[in-house]
């Protein structure tokens, strides 16, 4: 089994969370970029309020896909163990600092002068287009719990074993209709894995219909 794209992704995701709806005061938050469209169909289905939670994935130098780590708004970091991944101290707080600075351009891109949401109180529902280490979704956890939601649920279209295991560690609750037993990598799972535009982050968030480019001919 494979997704054609997120749209389809997050239609199929939807469909495994039926149980979420109707609950009072529920938000979905996408993780950007990947996670937006996703989320936007999981809100949709849920007639949930949409928006992101920022996380930058530490990716190791020259393989970016595997995660030494991440960051999250709030000033949240997750970081593997120093053996699991030998690179400087000083290259890690290089990629730290250069990815706190992406963080930081993608919220403005992404929200503008409009302030986050507040989740206390509330239940949250964390999406993204996937989960490798678990690292990043680990860190959007973690910013979430520091505003003391009711309950917070990830859903994710497909995920390696390990990485639901840690995140399962922290979340009420994970969702996810695709475990492969060999993992590989999030985009092997899609036939289209291309790159979300920030524009189009914009237009999920405004409810605007995306302008994506005319397929290759």
Same mark, same amino acid.
């Given at each position: ?17 039926? %149980? ?16 937006? =469209?996703?989320?936007?169909? #999981? ?11 920022? #996380? ?39 990629? #730290? ?19 986050? =949401? ?8 964390? #999406? ?20 003391? =939601? ?18 399962? %560690? ?14 590989? %990598? ?28 005319? %397929?290759?001919?």
């Amino acid at each position: 089994m494979r997704y054609d794209n997120r749209q389809q992704a997050g239609q199929r995701l939807a469909q495994a969370l039926s %149980a979420w709806r109707g609950q009072q005061d529920l938000i979905v938050l996408a993780l950007p970029r990947g996670g937006v =469209p996703v989320a936007a169909e #999981v809100a949709q289905s849920l007639c949930a309020p949409l928006d992101v939670l920022v #996380v930058r994935k530490l990716g190791h130098p020259g393989q970016e896909e595997y995660a030494m780590g991440a960051i999250a708004s709030g000033g949240v970091q997750v970081r593997a163990e120093p053996g699991d991944w030998p690179v400087s101290p000083s290259m890690l707080e290089e990629i #730290v600092q250069r990815e706190q600075l992406e963080l930081q351009r993608r919220e403005r891109a992404y929200r503008g002068d409009r302030p986050a =949401p507040s989740l206390q109180g509330r239940p949250v529902l964390l #999406v993204d287009d996937g989960l490798a280490t678990g690292a990043t979704m680990s860190a959007a956890v973690q910013a979430a719990r520091m505003q003391a =939601p009711s309950r917070i649920g990830v859903a994710v279209p497909v995920a390696s074993r390990e990485a639901l295991a840690k995140v399962g %560690a922290l979340a009420d609750e994970v969702v996810c209709p695709l475990v492969p037993e060999s993992f590989h %990598a999030v985009g092997v799972w899609y036939r289209d894995f291309g790159q979300t535009r920030d524009e189009e982050v914009r237009q999920l968030l405004a409810h605007e219909p995306v302008r994506r480019p005319p %397929a290759a001919t």
